[in-house]
């Protein structure tokens, strides 16, 4: 079952603009994770922010939690055309580390 | 990093085969590993989470019967999806991970399944 909504569903951007995708979920978590899927491939891992963190960078991605909300973003700054993919929230609820996922944003990014 | 395999990379059999699709964790043990089913634009729906020397705990609307999971050893997990029909033709992705849940999962490149 999907924990919950992403939006937007789709972005279109130009390289150069920053990029923000918004995950909201359901229940409560012990982490929340970021993966990217380029067409017809696996997940990359990108970030993991914990329940207690508020916020956590990696290069030109900046990750947000709010967990009174239930709500993360995702940035991309300065956005390159190899960034374009599909961007999945995940939330893992307890020690056994299942992942339940977003819907997803898919990003274009156009050179 | 860590690595996932996963094969093969694609099939297409006729309706009434079964299929068998391999997970392998490449360079780290797996007590667990977790099989994903992906219709286009859509995002990963959770099948089942596969244990090493137990038995799979599947999703609520997952057919056993249908698609068997066997975790033989800590490297190597397998779906087996019985008798498929067209129905059954989607992407398979599978992921592993450690122990511990404050870890990112590693994903093998998904298996795109094609019944005739």
């Known amino acids: 079952s999907q924990q919950g909504e992403e939006d937007p569903q789709a972005l279109s951007i130009q390289e150069g603009e920053n990029a923000t995708m918004n995950c909201s979920y359901k229940t409560s978590i012990n982490n929340l994770q970021w993966y990217r899927q380029n067409s017809g491939r696996g997940l990359v891992h990108l970030i993991l922010?914990?329940?207690?963190?508020r916020e956590k960078h990696s290069g030109r991605l900046r990750v947000t939690l709010d967990t009174s909300k239930k709500s993360s973003s995702l940035l991309i700054t300065a956005s390159r055309a190899a960034d374009t993919a599909s961007y999945f929230c995940a939330t893992v609820k307890n020690q056994g580390g299942k992942l339940i996922f977003g819907q997803g944003t898919e990003l274009s990014v156009k050179p | 990093g860590a690595v996932v395999s996963q094969h093969p990379s694609r099939v297409i059999c006729k309706s009434g085969t079964s299929v068998k699709i391999e997970c392998r964790s490449l360079d780290f043990q797996a007590t667990t590993m977790f099989w994903y089913r992906q219709f286009p634009k859509q995002s990963l729906m959770l099948m089942a989470t596969s244990n090493e020397g137990s038995k799979a705990t599947y999703e609520q609307g997952v057919e056993k019967d249908k698609f068997l999971i066997n975790h033989a050893s800590l490297t190597l997990s397998t779906l087996t999806v019985t008798s498929a029909h067209p129905e059954d033709s989607s992407f398979y992705i599978c992921?592993?991970?450690?122990?511990?849940?404050?870890?990112?999962?590693?994903f093998g490149d998904g298996t795109r399944l094609s019944i005739l």
């Open positions: 922010i914990r329940s207690n963190e």
């Open positions: 992921s592993a991970g450690q122990s511990y849940s404050n870890q990112p999962q590693h």
